[in-house]
């Protein structure tokens, strides 16, 4: 079965920088769109960002716009976000995803794999 597991998150200040990895296992990792979401305590479900499957689309949320980057590593079957000048409003649990679908560029939510989420929490 295909898993993905996320790692990175912690406690940081605001203005500081982490960065989450996902590992997928039980599936090919080429070929499927990856992305990140989050939760906020109280709040819905937000986009963050995706990769598609070649690693030349990508797509961010308003919010996280030209702070965070999201890149892939084939070889190493991983997804990372790269999250930069954090404020206490980037606090949230971060979860990978990744699309069903061979050889698109958009993860699906409804239609995803899902990981088990890390916590990221920012400190004013």
């Known amino acids: 079965q295909v898993q993905l597991v996320e790692s990175g998150g912690g406690l940081v200040q605001a203005g500081g920088s982490l960065r989450l990895s996902c590992t997928v296992s039980?599936?090919?990792?080429?070929?499927?769109?990856m992305g990140w979401f989050r939760r906020a305590p109280g709040k819905e479900r937000e986009f963050v960002a995706d990769?598609?499957?070649?690693?030349?689309?990508?797509s961010y949320g308003d919010s996280v716009k030209g702070r965070f980057t999201i890149s892939r590593d084939n070889a190493r079957n991983t997804v990372y976000l790269q999250m930069n000048s954090l404020n206490p409003e980037d606090t949230a649990i971060y979860y990978c995803?990744?699309?069903?679908?061979?050889?698109?560029?958009?993860?699906?939510?409804?239609?995803?794999?899902w990981g088990q989420g890390t916590q990221v929490t920012v400190s004013s």
């Open positions: 995803a990744t699309d069903r679908q061979y050889h698109t560029s958009r993860v699906y939510p409804k239609s995803a794999y």
């Open positions: 039980g599936r090919t990792f080429s070929g499927y769109a």
């Open positions: 990769i598609g499957w070649s690693g030349v689309t990508t």
